[in-house]
């Protein structure tokens, strides 16, 4: 299986180096160096380009900015290649580019392939790339809620699957039980909302409203409110149009159209376009006389009613007193109602809900407690594998009598779920609390690895941790800061040949200060401050030969032209060419 490979960061303006190329391959790479010549940059880089969080602090003094950029070869078809294909980056021949900037004011900003993206993004991409290991990341471990994540992850599909069901019902019984405690709690208000509604549900239903009504009746009212001042305008319109009875002497308008249309009718044969005219006369004549029919009928068909406008009234202001609590208008008022009457069924159905949703609770405590118990035991079997593959591990680095254990337990609890005949706590990741224990040699109890290991030990433990993650689920750049640290002697030779060993399938960078860790890289780097204190381009370089051997001999005795420190450090590169 081919893996991403970093292969190179270029470091500006960040803590104590000015501008600094480091150049990676694959393999073991030890990164070395005095103590405060910027080894842990390396680290702190690698952190940035994968969406840590970006301190100001970090900016060189005088700087504007600081500037991680990176470049990681990418198999095609790897998650995070289609990662970054989706959030628009570009492959540069094989390899995926990103960069961090972190101003001194605390602004960050970081590109990928070319492309501005947020920060998460490169989070994201940080679980498919690079595995990062240093103190901190130690500490993190020894949280127990972190070793059950460690020991679930081991586990895989075990795990995985009950864990998925068991969350669902967990998540739904959360629904259920909060619901419950609505209902109950809140009783005496929900009881005070059933009265509001049903008050302004029986004044509506009082009413009665019509959609539309209150537009018609509005019209209507308008319409008998004017009714003399109407029938004065349609009679007086009426006789213009089709003339006065009472007036025989008088000119209308179709009176006066029907003498157009005769003057016209003896000469229309003579003139196409006169006898269109004629024509036009005509449908204007027909026109007048049905307007004049319609002014007729409509005047004597309006009456004015003072009972009916009363009554008009009075409908409207029923109405006005539903659309000033319940909705702007009637169709408003309408739709209030009928979203009442539902949440009036609803909360009248409090009773018949408690007992639906308490069946429900029930039955769902009894399908948690099962999944839970389903959980406990891939843990518990995961667990044993899982330890002695550490225990394993520890054997390899110098601990050949320490023995992990880890412990699946429960803390009883009166409000949790049964279990084995017990009430125990429960969670969104099950009933277990996990730890693991350390026997660091026999006769010793097992105890937290917090309180039984050692730093030295502990450094182990992890390393033994990472190896054992390694062989089920392999990252493709492993980073170590000091892992080594407190360890010395017979110790630091093994975990030098075990980092030596996951680096055939991965690629390790190790930030180390022990000579027995580092002779056993493929490749060393050594980082230097110039005489200002700072790291620049030529503080980051590639030692071969007698230079490493030169570098070796510091770290062992920090004398780089002692014969006998020379001897050692030839003896313990040899060792290591051998072994591997």
């Known amino acids: 299986m081919v893996l991403s490979v970093l292969e190179e960061m270029r470091i500006r303006s960040l803590g104590v180096i000015d501008d600094a190329v480091v150049e990676l391959s694959p393999g ?16 702190t880089s690698l952190g940035l380009l994968l969406g840590g969080r970006a301190d100001p602090a970090l900016v060189r003094i005088g700087a504007k900015s600081a500037v991680v950029e990176g470049r990681v070869a990418v198999p095609a078809g790897a998650a995070a290649a289609l990662r970054a294909e989706e959030a628009g980056a570009e492959l540069d021949d094989g390899a995926l580019l990103i960069s961090r900037t972190v101003s001194a004011e605390g602004r960050s900003r970081a590109h990928l392939g070319g492309r501005s993206v ?24 020894l949280k127990p809620a972190r070793q059950r994540g460690a020991l679930d992850r081991y586990a895989g599909d075990a795990v995985s699957g009950p864990l998925d069901k068991y969350t669902a019902a967990y998540r ?73 009875p009472e007036d025989p002497e008088g000119v209308d308008a179709s009176t006066l159209v029907a003498g157009a249309h005769r003057a016209l009718e003896t000469v229309r044969s003579h003139d196409p376009a006169l006898a269109a005219l004629a024509e036009r006369i005509g449908e204007i004549g027909i026109l007048l006389a049905d307007v004049a029919g319609e002014l007729a009928g409509y005047a004597d ?32 008022v309408l739709a209030w109602a009928e979203a009442g009457a539902a949440r009036l069924a609803e909360l ?34 995961t667990a044993a594998r899982f330890a002695a593959a550490v225990t394993e591990e520890l054997a390899s680095l110098a601990m050949p009598h320490a023995r992990v254990t880890i412990d699946v337990r429960q803390t009883d609890d009166p409000e949790g779920v049964e279990f084995d005949g017990r009430t125990v706590a429960y969670g969104p990741s099950g009933v277990d609390e996990v730890e693991l224990l350390l026997a660091p040699h026999p006769g010793a109890p097992p ?23 390694a062989g089920t689920d392999p990252v493709p750049t492993y980073l170590f800061d ?62 071969e030969g007698e230079d490493r051997v030169r570098e070796l001999s510091r770290m062992l005795a920090g004398q780089e032209d002692s014969e006998t420190a020379r001897a050692h450090a030839e003896e313990l590169l040899a060792a290591a060419r051998a072994d591997g």
């Open 172 to 244: 739904r019984l959360r629904a259920v039980s909060a619901e419950l405690d609505e209902i109950t709690t809140r009783a005496r208000e929900r009881a005070q909302e059933a009265d509001m509604l049903r008050f302004g549900l029986d004044e509506v239903a009082a009413v009665e409203p019509r959609t539309g009504e209150d537009v018609e009746l509005a019209a209507e009212a308008e319409r008998l409110g004017h009714a003399e001042a109407l029938a004065s305008a349609a009679t007086a319109a009426h006789a213009a149009l089709a003339g006065n």
């Open 447 to 469: 105890r937290p690895i917090a309180k039984g290991a050692s730093g030295g030990e502990l450094s182990r433990v992890m390393l033994a941790v990472e190896v054992v993650f």
């Open 28 to 43: 073991f790479t030890a990164v070395t160096g005095e103590t405060g010549a910027g080894k842990t940059m390396v680290v």
């Open 482 to 543: 000091e892992v080594d640290a407190g360890v010395g002697g017979k110790a630091a030779v093994e975990i030098g040949r075990r980092l030596a060993k996951l680096a055939k399938s991965a690629q390790v960078v190790v930030v180390t200060h022990l000579p027995q860790v580092a002779a056993f890289a493929d490749r060393q780097l050594l980082v230097e401050k110039t005489h200002d204190g700072t790291v620049t381009r030529s503080g980051v370089q590639v030692l």
């Open 348 to 381: 009248e159905g409090d009773d018949d809900r408690l007992g639906d949703l308490t069946a429900e609770r029930d039955a769902l405590r009894g399908e948690l407690a099962g999944l839970a118990r389903e959980l406990t035991e891939a843990r518990v079997e």
């Open 301 to 332: 068909d309006l009456d004015a009613d003072p009972l009916r406008l009363a009554a008009v009234e009075e409908r409207r202001a029923a109405l006005t007193q539903l659309t000033r609590k319940y909705g702007e208008d009637v169709g408003a």
């Open 118 to 141: 947020p920060v998460g993004v490169l989070s994201e991409l940080a679980d498919d790339l690079v595995a990062v290991h240093g103190q901190s990341d130690q500490q993190g471990l």
